[in-house]
Each structure stands twice: as structure tokens, then as C-alpha cells.
């Protein structure tokens, strides 16, 4: 979705790795900026949107680890701490799920607040002196994640195409947004 809606210079790597567990270290070694964005785990209504930093995830306050088998973010952090190479800076653009189960289609008010989180990840960067710009024509998405059925696509609609979100309904570093309080 991020990739669809803004342009960043050659500097930035945008990936979506999946959930690769230790294989995500080599993606965070000695980088200056990672935004991960992902689903979380709170005790907060399908759809809510928080910002964490580094320090929320070492305290448990963002938590990634939806079952058993998603990505060892604190693991690579921990090696990559130990060799002197961990991220300068960690920010965690979470939205909670309404279910992780396979098969489950993407709850609406997840869906709008995805296209809120690609704003706000756009903010953060440009907040940091980094070229991100939203695209003169969006991509067309091709996301399969994002249908029920598989086999046909669906395009989100947000009205984020124009702009890079400027202070107004910005979500700051360890704030929560209830689902429902987005405008789209």
C-alpha cells in the first residue's frame, strides 16, 4: 500500500518480508531508520493504530508475536545489539487485527486504518529529513492479502494520494487510535 501512494528516494528500502524470524537481522543490520509495520497484539479494538519506538517494544508495550510462529523482532534486535549493530532508530507502526486466522479477510475499520498508518509512516520519514513523496499518479495495489477471495483484488480507497499528512490527525510515538475515529 505504502509503495502505491508515495515515492522515496534510493536510500530507502521498502520490503515486505513476511515472517522471516532470525532471518529478519541481515534487513535490520546497521540501518540508520526501520519502520516495521505490522499487526499487533493489545488489548484494544480491531482497527486501532499505534506508533511505537524500541523502547515500548523491550517494555512489552508493542508485541508482535501474534502466535507462535510470527517474527523474532526482539530476538534479531538482541544478536544485532550484541555486535554493535542494531538500528539507530526503531519506530512499529502496529494495527490491531480483528483475527490472524488463515483464510479470515481483512476487517474494515484494519483496512482503513492501514491506509491512516501509510500516512503516518510518510510523516515519520519526511519528520526525519528523508525524500518521501506522495506519487503524482498511485500505483494500481496488487495485494492478495487484502480479498477474501484470492483470486480478484481489491484497491483501498484513501484520500492520501494528494499529500503528505501534515500535524493534523497525526499519531504521535506510543499514542493508541481507537478503530472508528479515522476519517477517510
Not at 99 to 128: H, M, T, W, Y
Not at 157 to 184: H, M, T, Y
Request: glycine fraction near 8%.
Amino acid at each position: 500500500m505504502f509503495r502505491c501512494e508515495y515515492e522515496c528516494g534510493s536510500n530507502v528500502d521498502v520490503l515486505d518480508l513476511g515472517t522471516p524470524g532470525l532471518d529478519l537481522a541481515p534487513y535490520l543490520y546497521g540501518a540508520d531508520l526501520v519502520v516495521i509495520v505490522d499487526a499487533v497484539h493489545a488489548e484494544e479494538k480491531p482497527g486501532t493504530l499505534s506508533i511505537y519506538c524500541e523502547a515500548d517494544l523491550v517494555a512489552q508495550r508493542a508485541q508482535l508475536r501474534l502466535t507462535a510462529h510470527d517474527p523474532g523482532l526482539q530476538e534479531s534486535l538482541a544478536h544485532l545489539r550484541l555486535s554493535g549493530e542494531s538500528p539507530s532508530e526503531l519506530i512499529i507502526v502496529g494495527v490491531v487485527p480483528e483475527s490472524c486466522d488463515f483464510g479470515k479477510g481483512i476487517n474494515p475499520s484494519v483496512l482503513i486504518a492501514s491506509s491512516v498508518a501509510v500516512d503516518n509512516i510518510a510523516r515519520l520519514l519526511v519528520e526525519r529529513g528523508i525524500d518521501c513523496s506522495c506519487r503524482h499518479v498511485p500505483l494500481q495495489t496488487n495485494l492478495w492479502w487484502l480479498s477474501d477471495n484470492r483470486s480478484k483484488f481489491v484497491t483501498p480507497q484513501s484520500d492520501s494520494q494528494s499529500r503528505v499528512p501534515a500535524n493534523n490527525g497525526e499519531i504521535a510515538l506510543g499514542q493508541a487510535v481507537p478503530a472508528g475515529q479515522f476519517e477517510n
